[in-house]
Antibody, heavy 121, light 113 residues
Framework: EVQLVEAGGGLVQPGGSLRLSCAGSGFSFSDHYMDWVRQAPGKGLEWIAR??????????FYAASVNGRSTISRDDSQNLLHLQLNSLNTEDTAMYYC????????????WGQGILVTVSS | DIVMTQSPDSLAVSLGERATINCKSSQSLLSRSNSRNYLAWYQQKARQPPKLLIYWASTRESGVPDRFSGSGSGTDFTLTISSLQAEDVAVYYC?????????FGGGTKVEIK
């Protein structure tokens, strides 16, 4: 069974930083592109970051809303996906999901349960 | 960036009736190289993560009931629930995966009339 489990969320002050993690299991983690998608309270889905796999040189891609203040990374030896978020503001308050892209395609086949990040003073 | 626009924002349908959701992209999602449309549909029930329903605009994911179908090509797409069931109450999103940034439509909330 495929599982994606996020961790590292919580309450952060404006201007602060946070590192989210996602543990993958039940599939060949290293083969897949992985994404972070977030959802502000009561709002829609927003894709924010993607990392490719080793075959594609671990290329990374970001949404404009987080570009320059976030870093997506992966540790294939431990089946972990990370998202470092810096210079947080209240607009970053959201549920953050990690998602697996289907091998060779771009859509999100599986999603974690999400982790809540609240930016507030 | 490709902008995805869904309509309506919400709709109420009687049990057993048809529900139709539209999604329009700001540029064509049809690839000339493989003749595929890079469009997916997701269902999100309350307090749950999204679930993949449809990919390549019309291919149903394994395990998804056949009352869900996707159609369209280029810039105009439709998700149809042929006979609405109580468990279909959810918000539905379209997503393009033609390139990055991936973007989602604003969502359509489906309720029972």
């Amino acid at each position: 069974e495929v599982q994606l489990v996020e961790a590292g969320g919580g309450l952060v002050q404006p201007g602060g930083s946070l590192r989210l993690s996602c543990a993958g299991s039940g599939f060949s983690f290293s083969d897949h592109y992985m994404d972070w998608v977030r959802q502000a309270p009561g709002k829609g889905l927003e894709w924010i970051a993607r990392t490719s796999n080793k075959v594609n040189s671990y290329k990374t891609f970001y949404a404009a809303s987080v570009n320059g203040r976030s870093t997506i990374s992966r540790d294939d030896s431990q089946n972990l996906l990370h998202l470092q978020l810096n210079s947080l503001n209240t607009e970053d308050t959201a549920m953050y999901y990690c998602a697996r892209a289907r091998l060779g395609d771009g859509y999100n086949l599986d999603w974690g349960q999400g982790i809540l990040v609240t930016v507030s003073s | 960036d490709i902008v995805m626009t869904q309509s309506p924002d919400s709709l109420a349908v009687s049990l057993g009736e048809r529900a139709t959701i539209n999604c329009k992209s700001s540029q064509s999602l049809l690839s000339r190289s493989n003749s595929r449309n890079y469009l997916a549909w997701y269902q999100q029930k309350a307090r749950q993560p999204p679930k993949l329903l449809i990919y390549w605009a019309s291919t149903r994911e394994s395990g998804v009931p056949d009352r869900f179908s996707g159609s369209g090509s280029g810039t105009d797409f439709t998700l149809t629930i042929s006979s609405l069931q109580a468990e279909d109450v959810a918000v539905y999103y379209c997503q393009h995966y033609y390139d990055t940034p991936l973007t989602f439509g604003g969502g359509t909330k489906v309720e029972i009339k």
